[in-house]
């Protein structure tokens, strides 16, 4: 049934809704604010790459103006008349741009006052105008001859528009600075964060292989089984490599798996004598010594699920796990277990837990974004995970 508003409530929802003159307000509001303006009220300092710019550029413009004079054979000056007015008016374009990047944008713009920024810059030029016209005047060139002309006013605008391009090219470098050092702080800080996010993954992996695995000998003293304590022997074994072995980002394979048979070794306690094969475990294309990188406590959690919730009675095989490493570097590690129908299952104390598989989807996402396949198939008899790892 579909349910129709009332007028009041139609009308009170599309006072709500921002139009499309409102948001280009608040974004006009927003700009002149200067929202998108890094704040900061310290002195900044001037990056290496923005000396070699910018005096490259100064440089450049000097050869070009040597060059003209000397293509020019009518025009041609005295060269040490060149470099004098080229060092004068080089030290002013210098003395414009450090200003504005050290002192007047972080004053300004960094602390949100566009206006005083304009008055800033109009206080530069006034500045700058004058001192040019010197320079001119000491070693001659334009605005001396403007002068003898008794046309000086007409080089206000030349002049000015020098001044603007040197403020307007420092604020420019400036933007781009703040833009890549914000970018790479926000790069760092979503990297810190993700290393914040796995630690905290691997230290819940600890809790719930260390509750599962109590409960396992739980079963086997409830039983009063001479297992027992050569079980907890086994678990503090484990427990070993989780606390000291497994801190690092990646681990050899064969560490990996060699942990991962002290598990299954552990599980093979709670059979009886006459079902030995009753736990399976086959590798290929693995060595004793595989150096092949894999994150640490990756497949731990897709055998413990196995062992919890799967069929330990089922025969001639209760869980199946291959492995299988191709010389391309993929891995495909696979886990069946026989599900035990509803009126079978072992009534066990309950216990806390749940996280193993979606802790492990999260820390694939995080280690192995676009590399994985996870594949989880559920019969009414059996269960099949599936990861395989691309490298």
């Known amino acids: 049934m579909e349910t129709v508003l009332p007028s009041s409530s139609t009308s009170a929802a599309a006072d709500v809704a921002p139009s499309p003159t409102r948001s280009r307000r608040a974004r006009l509001r927003a700009f002149s604010r200067l929202d998108w303006w890094p704040r900061t009220d310290e002195v900044a300092s001037v990056p290496l790459w923005v000396h070699i710019l910018f005096w490259g550029v100064l440089f450049l413009l000097d050869g070009l103006m040597l060059f003209y004079n000397q293509a020019n054979p009518k025009n041609r000056q005295p060269q040490e008349m060149l470099l004098l007015r080229a060092l004068l008016t080089d030290l002013l374009s210098a003395s414009v741009f450090y200003t504005n990047w050290v002192l007047l944008i972080p004053r300004t713009l960094g602390r949100g006052r566009l206006g005083q920024y304009i008055g800033g810059v109009v206080l530069l030029l006034l500045v700058y105008i ?19 002309k008794g046309q000086a006013l007409e080089m206000i605008i030349p002049y000015g528009i020098m001044g603007l391009m040197t403020i307007f090219f420092s604020s420019g470098l400036r933007v781009t600075g703040d833009y890549l050092g914000g970018l ?27 509750f599962n695995t109590l409960n396992n000998i739980y079963s086997l003293t409830s039983r009063k089984s001479d297992k027992a304590p050569e079980a907890v022997l086994r678990l503090s074994e484990i427990m070993r490599y989780l606390l000291y072995e497994s801190s690092t980002d990646t681990v050899p394979l064969s560490q990996e798996l060699a942990h991962l048979q002290s598990f299954l070794d552990l599980q093979r306690l709670r059979l009886p004598a006459s079902a030995p094969d009753a736990i399976r475990f086959d590798s290929e294309g693995t060595s004793p010594d595989c150096a092949h990188p894999i994150a640490p406590l990756l497949l731990l959690p897709l055998v413990e699920n196995a062992f919890k919730h799967g069929d330990l009675a089922a025969r001639p095989v209760a869980v199946h796990i291959s492995l299988v490493l191709q010389p391309s570097g993929r891995l495909t590690f696979r886990v069946l277990n026989h599900v035990a129908p509803p009126d079978e299952l072992r009534q066990l104390p309950e216990q806390p837990g749940g996280v193993g598989l979606s802790n492990l989807r999260r820390r694939l996402a995080l280690l192995y974004p676009n590399r994985y396949v996870l594949d989880v198939q559920s019969t009414p008899g059996q269960h099949v995970v599936t990861l395989t790892l691309l490298s």
């Open 184 to 210: 790479r702080n926000r790069r760092e800080l979503e990297h810190q964060q993700l290393l914040t996010e796995l630690a905290m993954l691997k230290t819940q992996i600890n809790p719930h292989f260390l």
């Open 130 to 148: 004058p001192l040019r016209f010197g320079a001119s005047w000491v070693v001659g060139g334009a605005a001396e001859d403007v002068r003898a």
